[in-house]
C-alpha cells in the first residue's frame, strides 16, 4: 500500500490518537486530474496535496484522509487526459465527508488544496464556518509564499501558475519517478492572464505550462514542505481550541 496517496491507519490508531487530543483534526488532500505539460503527470496536483498532507501528518495528530484526486480543471479541457467534475459536485463531496467525520466523532476537518481552480473549495469552508463547523482551507496565499521565500524559490506566485518551479520541486523530491524529461527546457511566462475564465488555458499557453520548472529542485521541494508544515501550526491550534476562551488567529 503507497502511504503517500491510501492511508494504511485502522481504527485503532484513529482511535488512540483522537484518546489524547480536545478534538480531531482530519486532514482531506484534494487534487485534481489534469495536464501539467509534457513532463508532469496528470495526477500532479492530487500528488502535491498528498505531500502536503503526509507532510502535516508526520509533525501533527491528525486523521490522514486519502485524496479526493479529480476536481475542477474545466480550464485545461483543451488537453487529452484531463477530466473534471463540477463545483457542485465537489462541494457535495467535500461537504458528506466533512459529515461523516463527525458522525463518527472526528469534529475538524483541513481541506489541503492542491489545485488553484477548485475555487469552491473556499465556499465549503466559509459555510461551514458559519454553520458553527470547525473547517480551514489550506493552504493559504500567505502560507505559499512564506514557503516560497523560505525554499528560495526565485518564481513569484503570479508567475508560477502551472507546472512551474514549486510544483516541478515538490515533484522531484516527494515523487522523483513520476517527473520526465523536458522540465529543464520548459519556462513560458504569462503573468497577464485576465480572461482565464473565459477563455481557458489554451489561450495563454501551447505546452500547458506556465512558469519556470527549470529552476525547480528537489532540495527546493523539500523546504517547500518543510514551510508548509510550519505553516500549519496555527490552523491546528485554532481548530482544536476551546472557542469559549480563543483568540482569533492574527489579531493581538
Known amino acids: 500500500m503507497d502511504a503517500s496517496?491510501?492511508?494504511?491507519?485502522?481504527s485503532e490508531d484513529v482511535r488512540r490518537r483522537g484518546a489524547e487530543l480536545p478534538r480531531q483534526v482530519a486532514v482531506l488532500p484534494v487534487g485534481s486530474f489534469e495536464q501539467?505539460?509534457?513532463y508532469l503527470p496528470l495526477a500532479t496536483d492530487t500528488l502535491v496535496a498528498c505531500a502536503v498532507a503526509r507532510e502535516i501528518a508526520a509533525a501533527y495528530p491528525v486523521h490522514l484522509l486519502p485524496p479526493v484526486s479529480i476536481g475542477c480543471s474545466h480550464e485545461h479541457a483543451d488537453w487529452p487526459?484531463?477530466?473534471?467534475?463540477?463545483?457542485?459536485?465537489?462541494?457535495?463531496?467535500?461537504?458528506?465527508?466533512?459529515?461523516?467525520?463527525?458522525?463518527s466523532g472526528v469534529e475538524a476537518l483541513v481541506v489541503v488544496n492542491g489545485h488553484g481552480g477548485n475555487y469552491v473549495l473556499g465556499n465549503v469552508v466559509q459555510e461551514s464556518s458559519a454553520r458553527g463547523e470547525?473547517?480551514?482551507?489550506?493552504?493559504?496565499?500567505?502560507?505559499?509564499?512564506?514557503?516560497?521565500?523560505?525554499?528560495?524559490?526565485?518564481?513569484?506566485?503570479l508567475s508560477d501558475m502551472h507546472a512551474g518551479e514549486i510544483e516541478t520541486s515538490i515533484l522531484l523530491h516527494a515523487h522523483p519517478e513520476s517527473v520526465r524529461p523536458g522540465y529543464e527546457t520548459a519556462d513560458f511566462l504569462a503573468d497577464d492572464r485576465r480572461h482565464l475564465l473565459s477563455l481557458g488555458m489554451s489561450a495563454y499557453t501551447d505546452s500547458g505550462v506556465i512558469g519556470r520548472p527549470s529552476l525547480g529542485s528537489a532540495e527546493k521541494g523539500k523546504e517547500?514542505?518543510?514551510?508548509?508544515?510550519?505553516?500549519?501550526?496555527t490552523y491546528f491550534s485554532f481548530l482544536t481550541a476551546d472557542r469559549t476562551a480563543e483568540k482569533r488567529p492574527?489579531?493581538?
Open 5 to 10: 496517496l491510501v492511508p494504511a491507519d485502522t
Open 250 to 252: 492574527g489579531r493581538p
Open 81 to 103: 487526459g484531463t477530466v473534471s467534475i463540477s463545483s457542485v459536485t465537489l462541494h457535495a463531496v467535500v461537504g458528506d465527508i466533512a459529515s461523516s467525520l463527525r458522525r
Open 224 to 233: 517547500l514542505l518543510a514551510s508548509l508544515a510550519d505553516s500549519f501550526g
Open 134 to 157: 470547525r473547517m480551514a482551507l489550506f493552504p493559504a496565499a500567505e502560507d505559499w509564499e512564506a514557503a516560497r521565500q523560505r525554499a528560495g524559490v526565485a518564481t513569484s506566485l
Open 36 to 38: 501539467h505539460g509534457p
